[in-house]
């Protein structure tokens, strides 16, 4: 999202041999340095690294996530790369780095968890983002969250977050954009903030992409269906299908005389038209009885310290 001119997307790789990735891409010659926090398993890493950058070090506290990523990214490339840990306790990141990037924890903007916004100690974790972008300067900076950050409840704390990212010295721009509209079948609405430093050539002039026009399903991508015709969407009124009351949660690709045929795997969570992955396999009743618990239980505290565990 960055402009070109700023970070090039020419660089050099070169395809490992090892079997733990289906495709790495091992940067020889870096265009731009940058740090990865709330790396998670590395869903920004794997972009960055195909626009040719070079990660210089990643934070990340839960455990299992570090060992997904470790594997992936580390073990086996001998890498010198920091692991910063906790990001609350950073002292210090390298110099001279271009870019730091992070999904800064969504729960506290989310109905999952409680709309808990700074209240939450997670919540919290902003300002400790934002202590370490005053402190080390980088060139730009590209954080993520929920769209939930942008509701109207939580606005004044976007402002917030937006105030002091400009106070640190940087032109700060921030939009929501959905996955949909990137080539993904999936409804998948993020609010994306970047900031570029204001002594950086034609900082003022950056721009969000604009959607690919392009519409995918998930049949142009999982090999197992692909020959499967879709199925012509029939209109019903809402009386036939809801009773005469509409869902208030449905989306754009929801209309009110169909059935939704969007999604496969649906964000909705058990949704009214969600079709889960046990309807579309042969499964026992006993399996489905098994997955609808699960899926129900999933919060539940008595089952486990995590939030969706």
Not at 24 to 36: G, K, S, W
Request: proline share 5%.
């Amino acid at each position: 999202m960055v402009k070109r001119n700023y970070l090039p997307l020419k660089t050099t790789v070169k395809v490992s041999t090892q079997t733990q990735l289906p495709l790495h891409l091992v940067i020889t010659h870096p265009q731009y340095r940058f740090i990865d926090l709330f790396a998670g398993i590395g869903g920004f890493r794997i972009a960055l690294e195909k626009l040719g950058g070079r990660c210089l070090g990643y934070s990340e506290i839960d455990k299992q996530a570090i060992q997904v990523y470790q594997q992936n990214f580390i073990s086996y490339l001998n890498s010198d790369e920091i692991a910063f840990g906790d990001v609350s306790k950073i002292s210090n990141l390298p110099d001279n780095l271009d870019l730091i990037v992070g999904g800064v924890p969504c729960q506290p903007w989310s109905v999952a968890g409680c709309l808990r916004g700074f209240e939450d100690p997670r919540g919290k974790l902003w300002f400790d983002v934002i202590k370490l972008v005053q402190k080390s300067q980088p060139k730009s900076f590209i954080f993520e969250n929920v769209s939930g950050l942008a509701s109207p409840r939580n606005r004044e704390n976007l402002q917030l977050i937006i105030d002091e990212l400009t106070s640190c010295g940087y032109q700060v721009y921030w939009q929501l954009l959905n996955a949909y509209d990137f080539g993904l079948p999936q409804n998948r609405e993020r609010v994306f903030i970047v900031g570029i430093r204001k002594d950086i050539d034609n900082y003022e002039r950056f721009e969000f992409p604009l959607p690919l026009g392009i519409h995918p399903k998930v049949l142009d991508i999982l090999e197992d269906i692909k020959n499967i015709q879709p199925v012509k969407k029939v209109k019903l009124s809402a009386d036939t299908l809801f009773n005469g009351f509409v869902p208030p949660s449905r989306t754009r690709f929801q209309k009110e005389d169909e059935l939704n045929d969007f999604f496969i795997f649906s964000d909705l969570r058990n949704g009214h038209t969600t079709i889960h992955s046990w309807d579309i396999i042969k499964t026992t009743e006993r399996q489905k009885s098994i997955c609808l618990a699960l899926l129900k239980l999933r919060r539940s505290k008595k089952y486990g310290e995590k939030d969706g565990h």
